[in-house]
């Protein structure tokens, strides 16, 4: 019989409340939720690992690729047909996404956490374990990648988002729907990927940050980086992927010091194109240097530049791992 192993992590999914003055804790041993996933719901095929029980705030770019050295050997293992993985819903889709850039198996590692702890009346980190448990073994999830399962939904790791601070629905693939659902036993796939991963090896450069523009922001927001020893940096744009005037010239000094700009939008969902010739407008921004992201969100594109620049892109072959259509 194949096997699904459990990775453990943390995040609410493995949390209750002990103490009420205190709020919501990792549990040291969350080996009564999967007591419950033996014995009452009865999956006799379930291998555990306890990787961590961190709050998914903690998560970091080298506990990620920690956690990728990790699940390689059980991927490995004949008998095992898929991993899952618990984890914070907070950075879920950071730590997804960073797995899918470098998954290299045919085998799917599913992602998955709870909105809900433990302590709380409709707590769904059982709903979804359970889903993804299912999802792991299906022979349909094979050569999918890394996906994430939550709330009876399968999303790509590339494509999917957290939408909201409390519904159970909050993980979204905004631009395209989700992959497919969980329902009851079934799992039932509708369509596929966007994208394939790149199967990067597993290694980053750092540190890449995230500014995103607003009305009237001070240019001092991105020449501050201009003598610091960053790897790239990410812009989160207006629209689509247009900056105030006074970030041109800022921009302009990173990109002559060959540090890497890329431009992404803060609106949740859609391109950013080379649409606007005026002074801070996409195709001006281009025209400068700047590389466009395409649809990716700032947390994606800020891991994407991590991991190729430690996979030694250079300038041309960002542009087009970037840009595509
Ligand atoms: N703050 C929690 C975490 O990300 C939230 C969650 O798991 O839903 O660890």
């Known amino acids: 019989m194949s096997r699904v192993a459990i990775v453990m992590t943390g ?7 002990f103490d009420p003055a205190h709020g919501a804790f990792p549990m040291q041993d969350a080996s009564d939720i999967i007591e419950v996933l033996n014995d009452t ?3 006799q095929n379930l291998v555990t690992h306890k990787y961590s029980m961190i709050p998914s705030p903690s998560m970091t770019l080298e506990r990620m690729q920690d956690l990728k050295s990790f699940i390689d050997p059980i991927l490995e293992d004949p008998e095992i047909s898929g991993v899952v993985i618990t984890h914070g819903t907070d950075a879920l889709e950071e730590t997804a996404f960073y797995l899918d850039l470098v998954h290299t198996s045919e085998k799917p590692v599913i992602v998955t956490g709870a909105m809900k702890n433990a302590s709380e009346i409709g707590y769904d980190g059982f709903t979804n374990l359970v889903s993804a448990i ?7 999830s094979q050569n999918k990648g890394v996906l994430v399962v939550m709330n009876y939904e399968i999303h790509a790791a590339w494509e999917v988002t957290k939408t909201h601070t409390l519904n159970l629905d909050t993980f979204k693939s905004l631009s395209f729907g989700p992959l497919g659902i969980i329902d009851g036993e079934h799992v039932i796939y509708y369509r596929l990927r966007n994208r394939w991963s790149y199967r990067f090896q597993n290694t980053f450069k750092a540190p890449v940050p995230i500014i995103t523009t607003y009305a009237g922001i001070d240019a001092d927001m991105i020449n501050q980086f201009v003598n610091k020893p960053i790897a790239g940096i990410v812009i989160e744009a207006m629209g689509r992927g247009n900056v105030p005037p006074q970030l041109v010239e800022p921009i302009e000094r990173l990109i002559a010091k060959e540090i890497p700009v890329i431009v992404v939008s803060r609106v949740p969902s859609g391109r950013v194109f080379d649409t606007y010739g005026y002074p ?8 400068k240097g700047a590389i466009f992201g395409t649809d990716l969100t700032g947390l994606k594109a800020r891991i994407l530049l991590m991991v190729a620049l430690g996979n030694a892109y250079e300038k041309a072959s960002l542009r087009s791992l970037f840009t595509y259509q």
């Not at 299912?134 to 349909?140: E, I, K, L, N, R």
């Not at 801070?280 to 025209?287: A, F, S, T, Y």
């Open 11 to 17: 995040g609410t999914i493995t949390m209750k409340i």
């Open 134 to 140: 299912y999802t792991a073994q299906h022979p349909d």
């Open 41 to 43: 719901l009865g999956f």
């Open 280 to 287: 801070g407008g996409g195709k001006d921004l281009i025209q």
